[in-house]
């Protein structure tokens, strides 16, 4: 019998008629949180920055990816076992998750073999999934990305990476973390250049309910473009992580809107492979370059494989942004470094900018349907010292050089320790680990 076709989209705001407005979330960021959390010396990030090795030469796998099977205890075994419970497990989103029957990729798994890996590294599986969109979609991405992940929160360079690739390619990419709660995680929603962080903590019941029809719908093709996908998700009028927002939208390593929209195939791979890593690099070596008891030679170890990153990026879109005016090493330059200083004093002092931005919430004017940026991108934000630019123009970062030395060999599999670090205060730390 012929498939069922999808269900219609929920019904989107009208253009230009305002719409609901888009309510900030109250309490504290939990994508900040998170960021903190792992990114900061001694954070979850480090135990994996620590083993990084600039030898280990990126492979791009271009086979479909192996799922396994997954029920509830194996979520629990990721959750109470971080280096040994097989990680965060990543699917197709549904309605309940594991529920009855769910097909997942656990990050830390010796038996799966068809991944990609690079410096020593696996590719986190959120993007092994949307590599798998793209091979079964002959090459091509859906009109929007979509994957669940259970267990863990999201981190940055996914986050990341979601806006560099949508804002240049014009797609969307959903991810929802914590999928198997209704009540704690966050709807990532990025759809060209909009970023709309819903966190679950600050929605009622029914509003998670209507987010998760949203995100069936777009993974089932029932949307035809992300603004659609926009309308629908501000029709709902959960409230969104306004500082989460400003934070991802004010990555200075974004492209400008479109200008990559026949990206495809081979090219498409390369460019999100290269993407991925350089934004690895520069979230997990900025918490080894942000402890001062490192020793030089770790440092420098990060340091190698950022420069090897930003060739390898440099090389992934030179040919595809020529003329357009674009400085594509200085771009590169950008996406290797942190969101957030490396100085661990200038990041102590960014992460109370950051909290100040947060309390200042209340108070900022809110966002409508009809204003459709979550901020004036060519404004510089008062609390936060990090400029919001439309389009990127561009500032390469300059790192030291200095001697090598050797690190492990062999892509691990070993999973980092997700705890939150003693670097995270307690008004920031979640009363569960992330």
């Given at each position: 019998?012929?498939?069922?076709?999808?269900?219609?989209?929920?019904?989107?705001?009208?253009?230009?008629?305002?719409?609901?407005?888009?309510?900030?979330?109250?309490?504290?960021?939990?994508?900040?949180?998170?960021?903190?959390?792992?990114?900061?010396?001694?954070?979850?990030?480090?135990?994996?920055?620590?083993?990084?090795?600039?030898?280990?030469?990126?492979?791009?796998?271009?086979?479909?990816?192996?799922?396994?099977?997954?029920?509830?205890?194996?979520?629990?075994?990721?959750?109470?076992?971080?280096?040994?419970?097989?990680?965060?497990?990543?699917?197709?989103?549904?309605?309940?998750?594991?529920?009855?029957?769910?097909?997942?990729?656990?990050?830390?798994?010796?038996?799966?073999?068809?991944?990609?890996?690079?410096?020593?590294?696996?590719?986190?599986?959120?993007?092994?999934?949307?590599?798998?969109?793209?091979?079964?979609?002959?090459?091509?991405?859906?009109?929007?990305?979509?994957?669940?992940?259970?267990?863990?929160?999201?981190?940055?360079?996914?986050?990341?990476?979601?806006?560099?690739?949508?804002?240049?390619?014009?797609?969307?990419?959903?991810?929802?973390?914590?999928?198997?709660?209704?009540?704690?995680?966050?709807?990532?929603?990025?759809?060209?250049?909009?970023?709309?962080?819903?966190?679950?903590?600050?929605?009622?019941?029914?509003?998670?309910?209507?987010?998760?029809?949203?995100?069936?719908?777009?993974?089932?093709?029932?949307?035809?473009?992300?603004?659609?996908?926009?309308?629908?998700?501000?029709?709902?009028?959960?409230?969104?992580?306004?500082?989460?927002?400003?934070?991802?939208?004010?990555?200075?390593?974004?492209?400008?809107?479109?200008?990559?929209?026949?990206?495809?195939?081979?090219?498409?791979?390369?460019?999100?492979?290269?993407?991925?890593?350089?934004?690895?690099?520069?979230?997990?070596?900025?918490?080894?370059?942000?402890?001062?008891?490192?020793?030089?030679?770790?440092?420098?170890?990060?340091?190698?494989?950022?420069?090897?990153?930003?060739?390898?990026?440099?090389?992934?879109?030179?040919?595809?942004?020529?003329?357009?005016?674009?400085?594509?090493?200085?771009?590169?330059?950008?996406?290797?470094?942190?969101?957030?200083?490396?100085?661990?004093?200038?990041?102590?002092?960014?992460?109370?900018?950051?909290?100040?931005?947060?309390?200042?919430?209340?108070?900022?004017?809110?966002?409508?349907?009809?204003?459709?940026?979550?901020?004036?991108?060519?404004?510089?934000?008062?609390?936060?010292?990090?400029?919001?630019?439309?389009?990127?123009?561009?500032?390469?970062?300059?790192?030291?050089?200095?001697?090598?030395?050797?690190?492990?060999?062999?892509?691990?599999?070993a999973a980092p320790d997700d705890a939150a670090s003693a670097w995270s205060d307690p008004s920031e730390?979640?009363?569960?680990?992330?």
């Amino acid at each position: 019998p012929a498939a069922a076709p999808p269900p219609p989209p929920p019904a989107p705001v009208a253009p230009g008629s305002g719409g609901r407005p888009l309510r900030a979330a109250p309490g504290p960021s939990y994508v900040l949180q998170h960021y903190h959390c792992t990114g900061c010396p001694d954070g979850a990030f480090s135990w994996r920055a620590a083993q990084v090795d600039p030898r280990k030469a990126m492979f791009v796998c271009h086979e479909p990816r192996e799922y396994r099977s997954t029920i509830l205890r194996d979520i629990q075994v990721s959750k109470e076992d971080k280096r040994r419970g097989g990680g965060p497990r990543v699917g197709p989103f549904q309605e309940r998750i594991p529920g009855t029957g769910w097909e997942a990729l656990p990050k830390y798994d010796y038996t799966t073999r068809n991944r990609s890996s690079a410096f020593n590294e696996r590719m986190h599986v959120e993007w092994e999934k949307h590599v798998d969109h793209i091979l079964a979609g002959g090459g091509e991405l859906p009109v929007a990305s979509v994957v669940a992940k259970a267990g863990f929160r999201s981190c940055a360079p996914c986050c990341r990476d979601m806006l560099a690739l949508a804002r240049p390619t014009g797609k969307a990419f959903i991810m929802v973390d914590l999928a198997e709660d209704d009540e704690r995680g966050t709807f990532h929603f990025v759809l060209g250049d909009e970023y709309l962080p819903v966190p679950k903590e600050a929605c009622s019941p029914l509003e998670v309910a209507a987010l998760k029809k949203v995100v069936a719908a777009a993974q089932d093709g029932a949307y035809s473009s992300g603004r659609e996908i926009y309308q629908s998700v501000v029709s709902v009028g959960a409230p969104v992580d306004e500082a989460a927002q400003v934070f991802y939208l004010g990555d200075k390593a974004l492209l400008p809107s479109g200008c990559a929209m026949h990206l495809k195939g081979t090219a498409l791979l390369d460019v999100l492979h290269a993407e991925h890593f350089a934004r690895l690099l520069a979230e997990y070596g900025a918490s080894i370059l942000r402890d001062a008891l490192r020793p030089a030679a770790q440092k420098d170890v990060v340091l190698q494989c950022r420069a090897r990153a930003k060739r390898t990026l440099m090389a992934a879109w030179s040919s595809h942004l020529a003329g357009r005016g674009i400085d594509v090493e200085a771009y590169a330059a950008a996406a290797v470094a942190p969101l957030l200083p490396e100085d661990p004093g200038e990041y102590t002092q960014s992460r109370r900018s950051l909290r100040a931005l947060r309390q200042a919430g209340a108070m900022a004017p809110r966002l409508t349907a009809a204003r459709l940026q979550a901020v004036d991108e060519n404004a510089q934000s008062p609390e936060l010292p990090l400029k919001v630019p439309h389009r990127w123009t561009g500032a390469a970062r300059r790192h030291r050089s200095r001697d090598a030395r050797s690190a492990c060999s062999g892509v691990s599999t070993a999973a980092p320790d997700d705890a939150a670090s003693a670097w995270s205060d307690p008004s920031e730390t979640e009363e569960e680990p992330l």
